[in-house]
């Protein structure tokens, strides 16, 4: 069965990193591409960042721009997302979700979450 794991959250002062990471099983992450997305107590759940299949192209929510990083290993089937500079609006349970058909418009598969807590 197909299953994505999240994993590398934690808590963190602000202005602190984390590196968070998706290993699938059970599908090749290749073949998708792969979005990062938070939910917050109170809020919709967010499109953070998205990456394409192949890796060439990626996109992030402009609250992130140029702090978050999103890559891919499509030969250890995982997708990290590197978070600089932390911000306590960015404290959120963090899944990954994959997309065959769009840049993370939507989801086929998503895994159950890691907490990533911002908090001095």
């Known amino acids: 069965q197909v299953q994505l794991v999240e994993s590398g959250g934690g808590l963190v002062q602000p202005g602190g990193s984390l590196r968070l990471s998706c290993t699938a099983s059970g599908v090749s992450l290749a073949d998708y591409n792969i979005g990062w997305y938070r939910e917050a107590p109170g809020k919709e759940r967010e499109g953070v960042s998205c990456?394409?299949?192949?890796?060439?192209?990626?996109t992030y929510e402009d609250s992130v721009k140029g702090r978050f990083t999103i890559s891919r290993d499509n030969a250890k089937n995982t997708v990290y997302l590197q978070m600089n500079s932390l911000k306590p609006e960015d404290t959120a349970l963090y899944h990954c979700?994959?997309?065959?058909?769009?840049?993370?418009?939507?989801?086929?598969?998503w895994g159950q979450g890691t907490q990533v807590t911002v908090s001095s």
């Open positions: 979700a994959t997309d065959k058909l769009t840049m993370c418009w939507e989801y086929d598969y």
């Open positions: 990456i394409s299949s192949s890796g060439d192209r990626t």
